[in-house]
């Protein structure tokens, strides 16, 4: 499948670019930015250092919400999408009728593996597919989509980029950040009965997203890599649920909040001068 195909199937039944965004963001194509940061849950007053934003409009889908946010000579187009591959995967692909020419994923992730902390940082070096979005933009026919279980990779030069300035800014704060090897899976309620075999994939964090998010930028000509907060760990039974101290939560909140913006502001500036 490619991006044309996607295009040509909704024009057929009478859209126009406009249509698409409008519907799939809520914005006009041209008020769309080059920089577009893309999140499930969290609004620009989540990591507010990243500039002064701009409130547009919601979509046709009242949880997805966009802002335009400003730092110095830095624009960025902010989408709030909701949570789950469906839902972030079309306000993605409507991303292909803009001038969006580089996209910067941020979320919460769970840690399977002791050594990664709550509030640290993860870049996902891949994520595996584990959601059924997916299927749908992988191939032309629904019958030959079973990619259950298939690494999806970022862009390699925003990754790079993106892993350095991340490198650069945790170890001048002392605060630790891991390469991820990314589950993404369609549900929480029911993850915890099957992490052992997750675990077993190779995996050390899980998500709900990005496996689908890359391959639909892969597909709409969009750079796009992922930057992680690490708000739980299964495996040390501090889940979403339970068990996790308000210190950690005190330290997750001062990394998002003091080196996210940093880092998503320097990674822009460094992608978009090269």
Known sequence: MNYEQLIRGMKRYGSTDKDICV???????????????????WEPSTIPDLGKAEYLSESDFSAIKVWNVTCNTTKITFIKTGIGAPVLMDALLSLGVTQCKRIIFIGSVGSL?????????VIPEYSICGDGASRYIESDSLEKSDIFGEKVFPNYRLL????????????????KWHIGKTFSIDTIFAQYAHIDEIINMGCNVIEMETAAAFRAAKIANMPMAAIFSVSDNTIINKSLVSGRTEQE????????????????????????TK
């Not at 519907?23 to 849950?41: F, S, T, Y």
Request: hydrophobic content about 40%; glycine content about 6%; proline content about 4%.
């Open 23 to 41: 519907h799939g963001i809520g914005v006009l194509p041209d008020q769309v930015h080059e920089n577009v940061v893309i999140a499930p849950w």
């Open 113 to 121: 593996d002791e050594n990664i902390g709550i509030g640290d940082i």
């Open 160 to 175: 790079t980029a993106l892993q350095n300035n991340v490198e650069e800014l945790c170890n001048r704060n002392s605060v």
């Open 249 to 272: 939560m005190k330290y997750r909140k001062f990394v998002r909040r003091e080196l996210f913006p940093k880092i998503i502001l320097k990674t822009f500036l460094d992608s978009s």
